[in-house]
């Protein structure tokens, strides 16, 4: 079974500072990393996945994220924020047979003018 | 390109009865995946289809079961509703068989169990 772990369940952050968002997963199998955002009273867009490769992963808006596999750990930054940034930001995991898909609990990000 | 077009975006129900809701997948993707979403339990799995056929399932009761139509079309089925199945069910939409690939969400759809 596998579960995610986002420490941080609100995050506040001003106007162009940087920002990193935590993400340690626990999974007994290989798995595939995912952070997806959700807008207010929107659905989830996918910002970025790892699946293989390179463990620092660009994805969009500006937003990357880093695996690393000894922490178990798949944070996600971006050097500096927007107001349109504000948003609920999900890790996510699903092992490598696509058999499941497990959120974390989610962490608001808040950005300040 | 249309996104994923999930109806009706709001619900409201009375514990017992049962409820049906409906996702319109992206044209072309044939994989439907289906979330709950609440407060205190977060994002959860229920099942995801692929060519008709439920090909993966999260941990929830039988009542909730689900279809995919030949067009790729599904539905979810929510029976004997119970005040806790309040939540936004997010239908999610990708090519291929598995989470892991990309999912293009839908906006949800609100159901409030009185």
């Known amino acids: 079974a596998q579960s995610v772990t986002q420490l941080d369940s609100q995050v506040p952050v001003f106007e162009e500072a940087p920002v990193e968002l935590r993400c340690n997963y626990s999974?007994?199998?290989?798995?595939?990393l995912f952070w997806y955002v959700q807008y207010p009273n929107q659905g989830l867009q996918l910002l970025l996945k790892?699946?293989?490769?390179?463990?620092l992963v660009k994805g969009i808006n500006g937003f990357e994220a880093e695996f690393n596999k000894s922490q178990t750990s798949f944070h996600l930054r971006k050097p500096s924020v927007h107001i349109s940034d504000t948003a609920e930001y999900f890790c996510?995991?699903?092992?490598?047979?696509?058999?499941?898909?497990?959120f974390g609990p989610g962490t608001r990000l808040s950005v300040l003018p | 390109k249309a996104g994923v077009t999930q109806t009706p975006r709001y619900l409201i129900k009375t514990r017992g009865q049962q409820v049906t809701l409906s996702c319109s997948p992206i044209?072309?993707?044939?994989?439907v995946s289906w979330y709950q979403q609440t407060p205190g339990q977060g994002l959860q799995f229920l099942f995801e289809?692929?060519?008709?056929?439920?090909?993966n399932k999260g941990n929830f009761p039988g009542r909730f079961s689900g279809r995919q139509f030949s067009n790729s079309r599904s539905e979810m089925n929510v029976s004997t509703l119970e005040l806790g199945d309040s939540a936004l069910y997010l239908c999610?939409?990708?090519?291929?068989?598995?989470?892991?690939?990309?999912?293009?969400f839908g906006p949800g759809t609100r159901l409030t169990v009185l």
């Open positions: 999610a939409s990708s090519l291929r068989q598995g989470t892991y690939n990309e999912q293009f």
């Open positions: 044209s072309g993707h044939r994989s």
């Open positions: 790892y699946l293989s490769g390179s463990t």
């Open positions: 999974s007994s199998v290989s798995v595939y």
């Open positions: 289809y692929f060519s008709e056929t439920q090909r």
């Open positions: 996510a995991v699903s092992p490598f047979d696509g058999q499941n898909f497990v």
